[in-house]
């Protein structure tokens, strides 16, 4: 299911979203990240029909979404599903009751409902679980539950607000895996709203970033991470960082460089440039001491890259030839702040 937003602007008593264009292929996995206030959740409350637009169109499957009359649009709205960070099961009813809820209010056959509703769960690697109750299932296992009861109505769609939010790290990979899974097998479309770049590197092809409803930035997950255009991303993509920053660092890293300060740089080492001798060609050429302060392996879904911590003695002509040097050697760079140079280099 692709779909088209044309100029959708969202007003209350303020403007939320402002001149929003967005284009989203059939089977692609987008996510809209911003800080909070951005204007995410009011976009997705748009996508699914919840919020009437106040102006601007949205086209899903080449079939118009906005200003139609309600019984068309809820008609589209069967192919939509939503997953959301409160798992909003019904205490009451067991795993396969919930997923058979939806099916149940569309006053379908109970019993092709029921064999449906097993097959969804057994697809979400929930069999043995039909029976349980939401207070029986760990928040992995009910949030499970929510994604076979929003696949149930044959969904072509899904929107996912903050749905990893209440969930441990290990369990959020699992669910993230299952979405990826899930995508390659039913070729469903999945728009994730997030604040955390931790879960958009996992899953997602393409990224948007919202800041004061606004679009700002739209790239491939690979360019978003590694070579960001716009402030709101590249801060974004920073608290990412700086969470593995060591906390002595931390507490001395300088917004501004003072004298005898040094520049602590971030460097990004793709996979092609991840064997080239970088570093001991900069110490010659520009004949500075750089220290490595700490390093590592990551990843942007399958593909591997290096990630460098460096302090450079702070030279403003020396800095600027460095990062235009290292943006000709296609490594993505970035100074995180600025630390005294004494424990640096001595």
């Known amino acids: 299911m692709s779909i088209i937003i044309k100029n959708l602007e969202k007003s209350y008593d303020v403007v939320v979203l402002k001149g929003i264009n967005l284009e989203v292929p059939q089977g692609q996995i987008l996510g809209i990240i911003g800080k909070s206030g951005a204007g995410k959740s009011t976009l997705l409350r748009c996508l699914n029909g919840l919020e009437e637009p106040s102006a601007g169109n949205i086209m899903i499957n080449d079939q118009p979404f906005t200003g139609i009359p309600d019984k068309d649009r809820r008609r589209i709205q069967q192919k939509i599903g939503n997953v959301f960070q409160s798992f909003n099961l019904l205490s009451r009813l067991t795993a396969l009751e919930n997923v058979m809820f939806p099916l149940k209010l569309l006053k379908q056959d109970p019993q ?23 207070s029986q299932l760990s928040g992995g296992q009910s949030q499970r539950v929510a994604i076979a009861r929003a696949l149930i109505s044959d ?5 996912c607000d903050e749905f990893t939010s209440a969930l441990d790290i290990e369990t959020s990979l699992e669910i993230l895996e299952l979405l990826r899974d899930l995508n390659k097998r039913l070729g469903i479309t999945i728009i994730l709203i997030t604040h955390d770049m931790a879960i958009v590197r996992e899953i997602c092809d393409e990224v948007c970033v919202l800041d004061k409803g606004q679009i700002v930035e739209k790239n491939d997950i690979t360019s978003i991470l590694l070579y960001p255009q716009n402030a709101v991303t590249k801060s974004l993509i920073r608290n990412l960082i700086n969470k593995d920053l060591p906390h002595h660092l931390q507490e001395k890293l300088m917004k501004k460089p003072t004298p005898n300060s040094a520049a602590l740089f971030r460097l990004f080492f793709s996979s092609q440039t991840a064997g080239d001798p970088i570093i001991s060609s900069i110490v010659k050429k520009y004949d500075v001491p750089i220290n490595i302060l700490f390093g590592n392996l990551d990843h942007i879904r399958e593909t ?3 990630c460098l911590i460096i302090a450079i003695p702070y030279e403003v002509s020396k800095i600027d030839a460095i990062v235009n040097d290292l943006a000709i050697r296609d490594v993505s760079s970035e100074i995180l702040g600025y630390l005294p140079q004494k424990g640096c280099f001595t």
């Not at 697809?123 to 039909?130: A, D, Q, S």
């Not at 969904?155 to 929107?159: A, G, P, Q, Y």
């Open 155 to 159: 969904v072509s769609f899904l929107l």
């Open 304 to 306: 591997a890259f290096g």
């Open 112 to 134: 092709a409902s029921r064999k449906k509703a097993l097959k969804m769960l057994h697809l979400v690697g929930l069999k043995g679980k039909e029976n349980d109750y939401p």
